[in-house]
Each structure stands twice: as structure tokens, then as C-alpha cells.
């Protein structure tokens, strides 16, 4: 705890690989960028965590992690949301977290307490020991914007929000429809629901909110919510923070990458959803069908199928039985010259930055989004859970970035649908236009995150008030 010891700051994500995976490139630009040490904190949830524990065992030496006892889920229904969960897993370890928090403040000079989207409940801990709490965003500005605006919908509305006539409309943002604002508040009366609103009206007490987003991404959302007399906490676009392609992930992915250096430039559409997106079997089966009509390549990641959820392997990243048993007869005999399916994994970063892609079908999870951006890849929008409906209204209305499927009235997106964005996203005029404008994207975040850019600078904003609190 002396003078020369670096300044810590205290960082606890709540889990799943769409939080720690922005939060791992946050730390490492605190660290290369202005000198701070960072202690990781984690809940643990009680999976394996198989993948996080890789992850930050390989970050270099000033970034340490404390990894809490598991917590017990055992009186939650089998049936309990996933955000339930993510929220039980940090509200339950809090007598953990304060007491490694306490140690830490006694034996390092920590200088800030940064929690994600749910980890409002924490904040008491930081201001027991005097510091202030930051909350990390890792998406975007549009959600942070609905964030302070639902207790004001709470109260002007009762029905449920898909049931509203009109598109809602927040400040500076596109409007979008009640159907698409994020699954925790499609029911009202659910836990989850009151607790988001409760969380929701704690928000403006945090001492600043760091956002995973940049300023040309999300200019009407920005300026609104940076608007004099709001009276918000700051805001501190400082994205898009995103994986490299230098880390060690190729292992066991040498087949995957050496099949897309065989194919042609921008010529393969690669297809995700994510570390928790399933589908159920027949969409499944519909999405092999509308790939093989599109006649385009393709890399599909492949999960097992579930009946019910679509963020259903969220806790275990990896679903379990062979998910190729579930492909349509002859599916992989008759794709084989213009396709590969991989089961669970890609390594996403490498194959974005591959040549060889030319469209991303995403459903929407926002790092997948930013790694888009990062790469200029041009995007078919496939929403299915969180806050993944409202990313795609921006993508598609907003930024111009993205073609976005139909649900049909039996709640699939049909195999016609598919092969026709498909086709267009990747050959088509239509498609032209998404890449050219996703390569300004591209371009502009570059530029925010160059040495003067408006995320570097914004960084540094947060950067100086904490180091200031190591000189008091
Ligand atoms: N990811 C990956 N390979 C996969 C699936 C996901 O590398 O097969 C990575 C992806 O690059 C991204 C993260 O996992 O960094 C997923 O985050 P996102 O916010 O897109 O979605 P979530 O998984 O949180 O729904």
C-alpha cells in the first residue's frame, strides 16, 4: 500500500462472457493507458466457469482476480430467468464482496468501484468505504437512455409494453416498437421486471456510467442524454472496446480458419448467436433450409436446439449432445463445397477480421455488434433475448447497417426470408450499400479510439478524476 504501488481499481462483473469480455479490454486500457493495477472481483454462479477463469488467468500481471465462493441456486425454480439469476448471483455474494473488498481497500490503493449493468446493488459497498460507484455499460446508448426513461414509462403506461399502438420514442433515439424493448420488462409483474425498475431509479447514483459505445454510433442517444439541466451522471463513450485477433483462441480452430482462406474474398456469410442464442428445432431446421437456398457460403455455428429458451445455454456457454444430430438428412452432404458448420464455438474475432467474410447473420448481442463495426462487416439482424430487439431497430434504422428478419405469425423466420438477405447481404446491391456504410462505421471507430480520438479522450476524463482520489 505505498506511494509507489500502482492505483487500483476494482472492477466486479456480474456473469456471462457478454460482460467480462468488454470489462477484460477496459482493464487492459487502464492499464496501458494511464498505469492502473485492476482487481477483477467475480460472483460466482456456480457453473464451471470454465471460460471465464481462462480468460482472465491469461491477462498480464496488473490485472488480478479474486474469484467469490459459488452461491447456491437450489430454491430458484428451474424455470427462473436468466437474469434472475445473473442478478441472484451478485445480490447473494455481496457479504463476499464486501469483505474482499475491504481487504483490498486495506492492502492496495484502490481508487474506484466499477460494476456492470446489474450490479446497482453494490453500490453501497463502494460508498461504505468511501469511494464512489461507476457503472460499465457494456452496451450501448440507446439501452442506457430507456434506463433512465422507464420509471417515467412505468408511470404514463399500464398495459404491457408490446401492447402499445405507438412506437416508443426516446430522447434522440429511433423509435421502436413496445414488442422490442428488452425481455426483463416484457412482464410487468415479474420479479425481474420491479427490480430492473427499482434498479432503474438507482441509476443516476452512480458517479458516472462508462458505455461501450462511441459518439458516431450513437450520436442523437449521446447528445440527448449529455444534454445540460438532465441533470444525469455523466457519460463516457470509451468503445468500441472489442477482443483482438492476437489472442491465443485459434487453438483447436486451425481446420475452421484454414477453410475460410480457401474461399473467395467477402464471400462467406458467417452465422452466430452468440455465447447463449439456441433456437429451437424447427428454426433450426428452417435456418439450414434458407442457408442451402441462398446458395451462399456459410460458417454456422451450430448449438443444440432447445424448446424453451433462446438464451438457454447462457450459464454453460456450450451445449452438451452432438448439436449436428439435429441438422436436416443430407444437410451437411449436399452444403459440403459451400459450407461448414462448427458445433457451439467460433472464434468470432478472427473469423470477422478473416477476408473471406462478407456478413455477419448476429443475434445482436452487442459485442458481436461492436466486433462487426471493428471489422466493417455488414450485418443480418437476428435478434433473440435481452436488449438484442432494440440493438437491432439501431443497426437497421438508425445506422443503416443491417437487414432484420421477419418472425412469421408461427414465430419462425421463415427459410425464404433467409436465403433472400442471405443472397442480397451478400451479393446484391442492397448489401453494397449496408458494407459501404458499415465501412464509415468502421472507419469512425477507428477514429474515436485513435491516440485523440473522442473514446481516448473520454478514458482520460475518468482516468484523471480517479487518479486525483490517489492523491487526497
Ligand atoms: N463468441 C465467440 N464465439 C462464439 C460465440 C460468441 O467468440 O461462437 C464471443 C463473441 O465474439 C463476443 C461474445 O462471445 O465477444 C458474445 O457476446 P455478445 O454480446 O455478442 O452476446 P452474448 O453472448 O452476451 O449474448
Not at 496488473?62 to 424455470?79: K, R
Not at 412469421?408 to 459501404?436: M, S
Request: with cysteine.
Amino acid at each position: 500500500n505505498t506511494q509507489e504501488s500502482p492505483l487500483n481499481v476494482v472492477i466486479v462483473p456480474t456473469p456471462g462472457m457478454g460482460h467480462l469480455i468488454p470489462l477484460i479490454e477496459f482493464a487492459n486500457r487502464l492499464v496501458n493507458l494511464h498505469k492502473f493495477s485492476v482487481t477483477f472481483i467475480i460472483p460466482n454462479d456456480g457453473s464451471t466457469m470454465e471460460l471465464p477463469k481462462k480468460l482472465l488467468l491469461a491477462q498480464p500481471e496488473p490485472i488480478s482476480t479474486i474469484f467469490l465462493p459459488p452461491v447456491s441456486f437450489d430454491d430458484l425454480p428451474e424455470d427462473a430467468r436468466n437474469e434472475t439469476r445473473i442478478i441472484q448471483s451478485l445480490t447473494r455474494s455481496l457479504h463476499f464482496l464486501r469483505d474482499e473488498f475491504k481487504s483490498l481497500v486495506q492492502s492496495t490503493r484502490v481508487v474506484a468501484f466499477v460494476v456492470d449493468v446489474f450490479g446497482i446493488d453494490a453500490f453501497d459497498i463502494a460508498k461504505e468505504f468511501g469511494l464512489e460507484p461507476y457503472v460499465f455499460l457494456a452496451t450501448g446508448f440507446m439501452l442506457l437512455s430507456l434506463i433512465f426513461e422507464l420509471p417515467k414509462l412505468d408511470q404514463i403506461y399500464s398495459c404491457e409494453y408490446r401492447d402499445l399502438p405507438e412506437p416508443i420514442k426516446l430522447p434522440g433515439c429511433v423509435p421502436f416498437d413496445g414488442r422490442d424493448i428488452p425481455d426483463p420488462l416484457q412482464h410487468r409483474k415479474d420479479f425481474v421486471y420491479q427490480h430492473t425498475l427499482q434498479q432503474c431509479k438507482d441509476f443516476p447514483l452512480a458517479a458516472g456510467i462508462i458505455v461501450n459505445s462511441f459518439i458516431d454510433f450513437e450520436k442523437g442517444p449521446f447528445e440527448a442524454l449529455t444534454e445540460v439541466g438532465r441533470g444525469l451522471p455523466p457519460v463516457y463513450p470509451v468503445g468500441p472496446l472489442t477482443r483482438n485477433s492476437s489472442d491465443n483462441e485459434v487453438e483447436g480452430f486451425i481446420d475452421c480458419l484454414k477453410w475460410l482462406d480457401e474461399q473467395p474474398i467477402g464471400s462467406v456469410l458467417y452465422v452466430c448467436f452468440g455465447s447463449g442464442g439456441t433456437l429451437s428445432r424447427e428454426q433450426m431446421n428452417e435456418l439450414a433450409l434458407g442457408l442451402e437456398m441462398s446458395g451462399q457460403r456459410f460458417l454456422w455455428v451450430v448449438k443444440e436446439p432447445v424448446e424453451t429458451a433462446a438464451n438457454a445455454t447462457y450459464f454453460g456457454s456450450k451445449s452438451f449432445n452432438d448439436p449436428f444430430s439435429y441438422l436436416p438428412d443430407g444437410f451437411l452432404e449436399r452444403t459440403k463445397e459451400v459450407g461448414l458448420v462448427i458445433p457451439s464455438w467460433a472464434p468470432q474475432v478472427h473469423v470477422l477480421s478473416h477476408g473471406s467474410t462478407g456478413g455477419f447473420l448476429t443475434h445482436c448481442g452487442w459485442n458481436s455488434i461492436l466486433e462487426a463495426i471493428v471489422h466493417g462487416v455488414p450485418l443480418i439482424a437476428w435478434p433473440l433475448y435481452a436488449e438484442q430487439k432494440m440493438n437491432a431497430t439501431l443497426l437497421k434504422d438508425d445506422s443503416n447497417v443491417a437487414f432484420r428478419v421477419n418472425v412469421n405469425e408461427n414465430g419462425l423466420v421463415g427459410r425464404e426470408d433467409i436465403a433472400k438477405y442471405a443472397k442480397q447481404l451478400i451479393e446484391g446491391d442492397e448489401g453494397k450499400l449496408l458494407r459501404t456504410r458499415m465501412r464509415e462505421l468502421k472507419n469512425a471507430a477507428k477514429m474515436a479510439l485513435s491516440p485523440h480520438g473522442s473514446s481516448t479522450n473520454h478514458l482520460a476524463k475518468v482516468a484523471g478524476i480517479w487518479k486525483k482520489k490517489g492523491i487526497n
